[in-house]
């Protein structure tokens, strides 16, 4: 009989078994394992043009996805775990048990065709899916992805059977005169996140394709990176990923000699699925957990006494545990699974990990 195999996330998988998920269980997909998606498929760059408007301060363009680029091919593949990485590195994207989502302008074989709208900074992106049975290129396809998110916002206009999907990236200077608040002995402007969503809604307002109808949902910072004004640009949480921290270090108390948590890191996945002629797109909230595999030590002093006659006695006392951290880890994982548009609420909360996934 072969050993069970503890770990979920480290079991060998076919080739293509993210890719087969992704179209025949894709919400399971979703609710398991936090999705990155490319930044833009390969072989394609959107072309912009700038925003002429004097009442937006800095430099902006705006482009939009034409008919026979916006199908591209996906390819997903899950990353692994590996001890002590340098964040943001390419092969490891958000951590480990990641499932990096390659995108091809390109058809490949064995890649899933998709509808894809990509990224680019300081930009306002965005495409129209026509309605079923016109497609593009040939292909229908019934799963929407746009570039992972840490900061960008996302609309949505139109209806359900002919949506048109915006991508703003960037990080606008929204203000002339912002708060200031020292940062390691370093004045630094407070930055609220509702202001950036605000500044890119006005924006898509202004110089959006109006003629698509109403814009009637978005995703932005708030609702999956930060939810109050920081001036440090390195503490991004919300209350969803704080309450999730504290149920992780709560719910691994067991295993506290064998790993520390060190923090939460928050990001998104936005993706629409169309059922019959209907589209319905969500929000996957993520988090990157840092964590420490740790050594735990313990010594002994011994102390020799001197008495009458000659006779010594000794002693042995047991000094305070220490835990030392020997590797970082990061890995992945979804903390919440949300309609957004053209319904919303509900959704699917975490459930997960388990305390011996993590090692």
Not at 119 to 140: E, L, S
Not at 322 to 327: A, E, F, H, L
Request: contains cysteine; positive net charge.
């Amino acid at each position: 009989m072969m050993p069970q195999v503890t770990d979920r996330w480290a079991k060998d998988r076919p080739a293509n078994y993210f890719d087969d998920m992704l179209q025949n269980k894709t919400m399971k997909l979703f609710q398991k394992y936090s999705v990155h998606a490319a930044d833009n498929p390969e072989g394609y760059t959107v072309a912009t043009a700038e925003i002429n408007d004097p009442s937006h301060k800095g430099q902006y363009e705006s482009g939009s996805v034409p008919g026979v680029k916006r199908i591209s091919w996906v390819h997903l593949e899950k990353t692994p775990r590996r001890a002590n990485y340098i964040p943001g590195t390419a092969e490891l994207k958000e951590g480990g048990d990641t499932i990096d989502c390659k995108a091809s302008i390109a058809a490949k074989a064995n890649w899933v065709p998709v509808w894809f709208l990509p990224w680019k900074p300081q930009a306002m992106i965005y495409m129209t899916i026509p309605t079923r049975g016109v497609g593009a290129g040939g292909h229908d396809p019934d799963i929407f992805f746009t570039a992972a998110i840490n900061g960008c916002s996302v609309f949505f206009q139109g209806t359900a059977q002919n949506p048109t999907i915006y991508h703003c990236g960037g990080d606008p200077d929204y203000r002339p005169n912002p708060k200031m608040k020292k940062v390691d002995g370093i004045k630094k402007p407070v930055r609220d996140p509702s202001e950036a969503a605000a500044f890119w809604r006005t924006l898509v307002m202004a110089h959006g394709d109006m003629t698509q109808g109403v814009v009637g949902g978005e995703v932005n910072k708030i609702h999956y990176l930060m939810d109050t004004p920081t001036a440090d640009a390195s503490q991004k949480n919300t209350a969803r990923s704080e309450a999730y921290f504290k149920w992780l270090k709560k719910n691994n108390l067991a295993n506290k000699d064998q790993f520390r948590f060190l923090e939460v890191r928050p990001w998104g996945c936005v993706f629409g699925v169309r059922t019959g002629n209907d589209w319905q797109f969500y929000l996957q909230e993520n988090a990157t957990i840092r964590y420490t595999s740790v050594k735990t030590t313990r010594s002994y002093t011994a102390t020799t006494l001197d008495g009458p006659l000659g006779i010594h006695a000794e002693f042995t006392r047991k000094n305070p545990t220490t835990r030392v951290d020997v590797d970082f880890y990061d890995v992945a994982r979804p903390t919440c699974v949300r309609p957004i548009w053209p319904n919303g609420g509900g959704g699917f909360a975490f459930r997960h990990p388990a305390a011996l996934e993590l090692l």
